[in-house]
């Protein structure tokens, strides 16, 4: 009851996201045992499942991520009961702002406002030439993507070949042999161009963070100078809190402000003021529907019956399972 009324009294909630408020549409989270996608690519020989997403090994060798990018590619543009309830607060006038940790783009398509919106680690909504800069929507690399086949920059192909004198071959050298590498100045009149390979066009990379990156700037600037004086409530919904800075936004915000933490299993390193525990989809609805708002989503069903009880030797941490029905 607690939950509730904070939920109903508080205008201005600062809502942190993780992969959890995802997995309900198939989308895999990351540090689950067997069905996290970080144990999904053991089979990938690496020291750490995580360098899939290192910077430096991506530009050293982006084969590796593109492997396993159609995994963890959106397939969807369908949301989660989740996402509907952090749309409802900003219906409702009192979501301060959206912090995802997730790259899925889902709150975009749930209604989230961009204003309301912080994407901490990116999204596949653009993606850039890690050449040149070039950026273009995420949809044009998708195939590349799915096929798991390194997509290359447009734009530098195009400067490339047209920086390469029209209708010029090789010549040889001086001695006879033919030269390896294509100069500028060892071309003569030809008007066969087949051969011609792009070896420095630069790599596009979807536009989420890798680790050894900057998280966008927005991120800073909200939490400090917009959110950080005047937030009256917290919610952590579906995430570990392992991956830093994010996992600091919490300790970052004021003390006097509530906390709630919304996921399947409690967050051992961090002391929330309420542990609402299960599945997410199935908390936020029971939620909703104990502070007398209509949740509408197609995955919560009409007669959804929630048993909630106060977990033993806590005073603080309810577990949430749903009634089967009869």
């Known amino acids: 009851e607690d939950a509730i009324s904070l939920l109903k009294k508080s205008n201005y909630i600062v809502v942190l996201t993780g992969a959890g408020i995802s997995t309900s549409l198939g989308i895999p989270d990351f540090r689950s045992k067997e069905t996290g996608l970080y144990s999904q690519l053991e089979h990938l020989g690496l020291s750490d499942p995580q360098e899939v997403f290192d910077i430096e090994?991506?530009?050293?060798?982006?084969?590796?991520?593109?492997?396993?990018?159609?995994?963890?590619?959106?397939?969807?543009n369908r949301f989660s009961p989740t996402h509907?309830?952090?749309?409802?607060?900003?219906?409702?006038?009192?979501?301060?702002?959206?912090?995802?940790?997730?790259?899925?783009?889902?709150?975009?398509?749930?209604?989230?406002?961009?204003e309301k919106l912080i994407q901490c680690h990116g999204s596949f909504a653009t993606a850039s030439c890690?050449?040149?800069?070039?950026?273009v929507k995420g949809e044009e690399i998708y195939k590349d993507l799915k096929a798991g086949r390194i997509a290359h920059c447009d734009r530098c192909i195009r400067q490339l070949r047209q920086?390469?004198?029209?209708?010029?071959?090789?010549?040889?050298?001086?001695?006879?042999?033919?030269?390896?590498?294509?100069?500028?100045?060892?071309?003569?009149?030809?008007?066969?161009?087949?051969g011609y390979e792009?070896?420095?066009?630069?790599?596009?990379?979807?536009?989420?963070?890798?680790?050894?990156?900057?998280?966008?700037?927005?991120?800073h600037e909200r939490l400090v100078k917009h959110d950080k004086d005047v937030v009256?409530?917290?919610?952590?919904?579906?995430?570990?809190?392992?991956?830093?800075?994010?996992?600091?936004?919490?300790?970052?915000?004021?003390?006097?402000?509530?906390?709630?933490?919304?996921?399947?299993?409690?967050?051992?390193?961090?002391?929330?003021?309420?542990d609402l525990l299960g599945d997410c989809d199935i908390v936020v609805a029971e939620l909703c529907k104990r502070a007398g708002w209509q949740l509408y989503h197609e995955m919560v069903p009409k007669n959804q019956a929630i048993d909630v009880q106060l977990q033993d030797g806590y005073e603080s941490r309810y577990l949430f399972k749903k009634v089967p029905l009869a």
Do not use: W
Request: hydrophobic share 35%; charged share 25%; net charge neutral.
């Open 130 to 135: 890690m050449e040149c800069g070039y950026k």
């Open 57 to 76: 090994l991506f530009r050293e060798d982006p084969s590796i991520f593109y492997s396993v990018a159609k995994d963890i590619l959106p397939s969807t």
């Open 198 to 219: 792009i070896t420095v066009a630069g790599v596009m990379k979807p536009d989420i963070t890798f680790f050894g990156e900057d998280l966008p700037a927005t991120f």
């Open 84 to 114: 509907a309830f952090i749309n409802l607060l900003q219906e409702k006038g009192k979501l301060l702002t959206n912090f995802t940790q997730n790259i899925d783009n889902l709150e975009g398509h749930a209604g989230i406002l961009p």
């Open 232 to 274: 009256d409530l917290v919610l952590v919904i579906g995430t570990s809190l392992k991956v830093a800075p994010v996992s600091e936004v919490v300790g970052f915000l004021p003390p006097n402000v509530p906390q709630l933490y919304i996921s399947r299993t409690p967050c051992s390193h961090v002391n929330f003021d309420v």
């Open 163 to 194: 920086a390469r004198p029209a209708g010029l071959k090789r010549k040889r050298s001086s001695n006879g042999t033919s030269s390896s590498k294509r100069r500028k100045n060892d071309y003569e009149d030809s008007s066969d161009s087949e």
